[in-house]
């Protein structure tokens, strides 16, 4: 606690290496404004206070704000408003607030903790303190509000009730005061309150800030302006600044450097002033401040002042040797050239030719004051002094100007560049060049140069009688002129020879060169041809500056001009580059990740092995125009430089990391940080899993050689099952092929017995016929007899004998025919009678003919009929069987 107290103590003192410098009084140092979106909308800011590694910390209405140049980070302590900060460093903050004050501290994850220090939080509702200001002094830390000062020393607080009500608190050369509203001004010895001075005697004199000029202090009071006490006297001081500071109301005081004071008003904005109350620069919000309302103030180290307001937060960069004058009111728009003549400045822009006196650009007043000089409405591209005279190259034509008058000299539109040529001039126009002779100390036109066309905005004399003329989008003509200022020769360079965009001649070190936004040629007068060049000549560039502007425009002995849009900026020449405190390069964040999770680290943090993914975010904080680079483990080779400050390590292997990472800033190597870390195994690289990878592998082995084992069994099992069941198969086939030729065996025997049947039939067909024929002719012989009996003699009893015997024989015969039918059909004639009671013998003769298979001409013939007599005799057959007619009779009778 005491080396840090003592580190602050020194550090304010001034002890610590700071810089001073002159402040260009002309013109707006750069601004930079920061709405409150981007500092997440936390209200005002009440005080500002940076690190010794240059990150800002600001205390606002709603907590702790953190700026480093790149990002904002807001942090929430105290309950009350968060008033003043004191930083010992960017992982060790006191801050005072409303009802309370603490300390903050990083943890390695880079995350501030809170912790009060306040003795009071269990009795608030008796007390109302707000810490308006926070002070390290020797060994301790003091937290002042309007009623008492707290000194924090060895982790206990000491408390000193004010005289009456404390108004504000200030070093001053090695001093710290303490402005009371009844009593004065008072020192502090670390232990009591020493009385300095009385107030001055006005009606409203509370202390804002206090600083020294020489033996002497000048204060400075809220309402009623500024008051020197020298020799035990308080005397008003500069009335001129008091007068305005009365009207401003003053509420925020800082020291800029070693010559010069910054004091915030509620009214009016900033005003920077030396020493001795002159006003060096007066900003507000008609010169681009977001509020005129200033709480809060702070230089830093690196030169740039801070301002806290009731609305944003702004920086204006002191060290710079630009200034700006934008057109933040509409007066005079964007400037395109000056001239600076018998001390008047006159300004050409898009809106007119516009003067003022050179000392009005002094930054002092509210607002700059520019006035449109009479017919010169419209753009102004070049003014020119020749001969002693000012010439203005406009869109209507060429003017000469004198004092706050215009006079046209030619009305051929468009004029861009104006040069004198020997004892000519030359002007390049909007179509070609126009050509004025010198005549009774008056620039008349003469005529327009020939083989030239196109509009021609810069003309370069480079020597003799040659002459370089840029016409866009054509390209760059060398044109050699004689006498009579014609072209004797030319030498064009197509637009496309030269890459980049704007391209612009310049006239350097007797070189002709052609700039362009990226590369530079020069004109080689050996090879009549230009030549690519790697470098570039480098003039100075700023923000908003004008495309295709490369070059500053000589204006004063003490100033360069540059175009810019909606204004214009001055460049001081005489600006010395200020020593600065080496710039430090800070590890603002690291983190591993994937694609589904990301975690904080800390340098020398280990890595999950699924969390390799890397990324460091750097920064050598609120310094522009920094390239960072690094190299990887003990390599030697850097990478390349780059202008972002996230670097990013994708699936790196494990085992052990160094990073070593370095900034450049304007040209000088901050001093290299290394960053250790590591990258942890995988889990399958762990020893425990290289143990059960040999478990697992003995029992893999193990389950091969069982699976093995019960694999062979199975696959014996499976043949002997396989065996039998190709056996059962044989077997079944073999009873396939047993039955299948059983059925051919008695397929055969069932055609043998059905052609035998069919044989016998026919057979018996044969024999019924034979029968048939004997009887016809035993009928003949009847027939024979009975005429023999015509004549009845003895012979009659012997003839009927014969009858009856034959008669018998042909009854007989009959009978045995349709008995071996009966037998041969028994069953078939059973089932049809059963069926078809109506069936007759001859139908069921046919029946049985056409079951055996016999064709119409076999049947025919069997039963002594003609084939057509058979088809009848089927026909009604099929009648009585009841068969449709798809239905075929013999399948019929073979199922019956």
């Known amino acids: 606690m005491k080396k840090i107290a003592s580190y602050l103590f020194i550090f304010f003192l001034g002890l610590i290496p700071s810089y001073t410098q002159i402040l260009p009084e002309k013109g707006v140092p750069p601004l930079e404004n920061f709405s409150p979106v ?93 810490f308006w200001q926070i002070h390290p002094f020797q060994d301790d830390i003091l937290f002042v509000s309007s009623q008492s000062i707290y000194i924090y020393r060895n982790r206990q607080l000491v ?53 020294q000029i020489k033996d002497d202090l000048v204060i400075v009071t809220r309402d009623e302006g500024l008051f020197i006490y020298t020799n035990g006297n308080i005397l008003p001081f500069n009335s001129y600044l008091s007068e305005e500071l009365r009207k401003a109301k003053v509420f925020s005081f800082e020291k800029v450097g070693d010559h010069h004071i910054a004091i915030g008003t509620v009214l009016k904005g900033l005003f920077i002033i030396d020493l001795n109350g002159r006003i060096i620069h007066h900003i507000n919000r008609q010169k681009g401040l977001p509020s005129n309302t200033i709480l809060s103030l ?104 004198y004092g706050n008058n215009a006079e046209q000299i030619s009305d051929q539109e468009g004029v ?40 021609c905005n810069q003309l370069i004399h480079e020597k003799d009688n040659i002459l370089w003329i840029n016409i866009p989008n054509f390209g760059i003509i060398r044109a050699v002129l004689d006498s009579q200022l014609k072209p004797a020769e030319r030498l064009i360079f197509p637009l496309d020879l030269f890459k980049g965009q704007d391209v612009f001649i310049l006239h350097h070190e007797n070189d002709i060169h052609i700039l362009s936004e990226q590369y ?30 490369f070059k500053p425009v000589d204006l004063h002995p003490e100033y360069d001009f540059l175009p810019i849009y909606n204004g214009f900026a001055l460049i001081y020449k005489n600006q010395k580059e200020a020593t600065r405190p080496n710039h430090q390069l800070v590890l603002r964040q690291m983190t ?9 680290l800390h340098p020398g943090a280990r890595i999950p092995y699924q969390l390799n993914n890397l990324n460091l975010k750097i920064i050598v904080p609120n310094r522009e125009d920094v390239l960072y680079q690094y190299k990887f483990k003990d390599s030697d080779k850097w990478s390349e430089w780059q202008a972002h400050n996230i670097i990013e390590f994708l699936g790196l292997r494990n085992g052990h990391y160094k990073i070593t990472i370095r900034a450049l800033v304007n040209g000088q190597y901050t001093e290299e940080k290394v960053i250790f870390f590591r990258i942890s195994a995988p889990l399958y690289f762990k020893w425990y899993a290289f143990v059960f990878y040999f478990l697992l592998l003995a029992l893999i082995i193990y389950f091969i050689l069982t699976w093995q084992k019960v694999s062979l069994k199975k696959q014996k099992k499976k043949m002997l099952l396989k065996e039998q069941s190709s056996l059962r198969q044989q077997t079944e086939k073999h009873k396939q092929q047993l039955m299948l030729v059983e059925q051919k065996r008695l397929q055969a025997e069932y055609d043998q017995v059905k052609q035998q049947l069919k044989s016998k039939t026919i057979e018996l067909a044969n024999k019924a016929k034979d029968n048939e024929e004997k009887n016809r002719l035993l009928l003949n012989l009847k027939e024979k007899c009975e005429k023999a009996q015509q004549n009845p003699a003895l012979f009659e009893m012997k003839w009927r004998e014969m009858q009856r015997i034959l008669d018998s024989y042909l009854t007989i015969q009959d009978n045995t025919f349709e008995i071996q039918m009966d037998e041969l059909h028994q069953e078939f004639f059973k089932k049809l009678k059963e069926k078809f009671p109506d069936l007759s013998n001859n139908d069921l003769r046919l029946c049985a003919y056409l079951k055996i298979g016999l064709n119409s001409k076999e049947i025919a013939e069997l039963l002594n009929i003609q084939p057509s007599s058979f088809y009848i005799s089927r026909s009604r057959l099929r009648k009585k069987l009841n068969l449709k007619p798809e239905e075929d009779l013999y399948t019929f009778l073979n199922q019956v």
């Open 520 to 549: 530079q040629y020069t004109f080689d007068a050996s090879k009549m041809d230009f030549v690519k060049k790697p470098e570039h000549i480098v003039f100075p560039t700023i923000q908003d500056q004008l495309a295709g502007v």
């Open 159 to 211: 408390k000193i009730a004010a005289p009456t009500s404390f108004t504000g608190s200030f070093w001053v050369n090695e001093r710290l005061y303490f402005a009371d509203r009844g009593n004065g001004l008072f020192t502090f010895d670390g232990f009591s309150l020493r009385k300095v001075l009385d107030l001055p005697d006005v009606e409203n004199p509370d202390i804002i800030g206090v600083y």
């Open 38 to 130: 981007d500092y997440h909308n936390t209200g005002k800011i009440w005080n500002i206070h940076s690190a010794p590694n240059g990150i800002l910390y600001m205390t606002a209405d709603r907590g702790l704000l953190e700026y480093d140049g790149n990002s904002w980070n807001h942090f929430i302590g105290s309950n009350g408003f968060t008033r003043s900060v004191l930083v010992v460093n960017d992982s060790l903050i006191y801050t005072g607030s409303d009802l309370d004050f603490g300390v903050w501290k990083r943890n390695k994850f880079r995350d501030f903790n809170y912790t009060s220090l306040y003795p009071f939080q269990e009795d608030l509702q008796d007390i109302n303190e707000e």
């Open 416 to 455: 861009w560049t104006i040069i004198p040529y020997h004892d000519f001039l030359l002007t390049g126009n909007y179509n070609g060049i126009s050509i004025f002779r010198n005549v009774a100390n008056r620039w008349v036109f003469d005529k327009k140069m020939e083989l030239i066309f196109g509009s």
């Open 298 to 401: 702070h230089y830093s180290w690196s030169g740039k002042l801070w301002l806290g307001m009731d609305y944003g937060v702004s920086s204006l960069d002191l060290t710079s040797n630009v200034t700006t004058f934008y057109d933040y009111r509409g007066d005079f728009g964007t400037g395109y050239t000056a001239k600076l003549m018998e001390d008047i400045f006159y300004l050409g822009t898009n809106q007119g030719l516009y003067s003022s006196e050179w000392e009005k650009l002094n930054n002092n007043l509210e607002f700059f004051q520019f006035e449109l000089i009479p017919k010169t409405e419209g753009q102004v591209w070049t003014l020119e002094i020749i001969n002693q005279k000012l010439l203005m190259g406009h869109d209507k034509g060429l003017f000469e100007i």
């Open 592 to 600: 591993a990740f994937n694609n589904h999770e990301q975690i904080m």
